[in-house]
């Protein structure tokens, strides 16, 4: 493999592992907080509907409730709420027609979760509040976080390897001047000169160059 590929090659695989352990680094407590964001939106919701339950249920007053509960339903987030007393019967529910049902033990699937809480006050327990909410849009905006990521980090590690394939054709371009020279040097040809100015490690070597070639056309002349 040429000297230039290789260049690029070390800056993309250098590149590319400094890329990913920093997304990893930052995507997952962001990742993290994301989630306790969300069960602490969760919980505020759960106690205020909570607040709301408790009154509705020692009044025996449910239309106030009722209401919010619906208001509630406008969040995408949430897919059932049901308020029960004691007796585990429905009292408050998103759909009218569970009012008065006994409540069975919820099912889980695979895009939703389940927050339970009692609903308690001074005289004790007065029921709970079970509410069903979506996963999607947090498995939609990490989704989202990963594939901004990726994208950054492809980007990242593209631009790096572009970067490295033209410092080493660069750098490649003035090493094959310094083979051309040595081959010219080595047919005999000791009046080549190579051109020196960038004050480098290859324009070092360049002068040695130089200063040998002269050196020997030197000895030849006084050989003469």
Known sequence: MSLKYRIALTFFVLEGVLMIFVLWQTLEPSLRRMAEQV???DRVLMDTLGSIAKSAIITEEYEDLQLQLQR?????????????NTQNI?????LFQNLGLQFLHPTTGDDTYWRNQEIAGPGGNYGRIIIQFSSAPITEANAEARNRGLTVTLFGILL?????LLLGFALSRRLEKLADFADRAAAGDYAAIIDSG????????AISFNVMQKKIMETFDGLK
């Open 90 to 94: 429905i009292v408050a529910s998103h």
């Open 39 to 41: 069960e602490k939106s």
């Open 160 to 164: 790096t390897a572009i970067i490295g």
């Open 72 to 84: 509630a339903m406008h969040d995408t987030h949430l897919l059932k709420i049901y308020v029960v």
């Open 198 to 205: 960038n004050h480098d490690e290859i324009d070092r070597v």
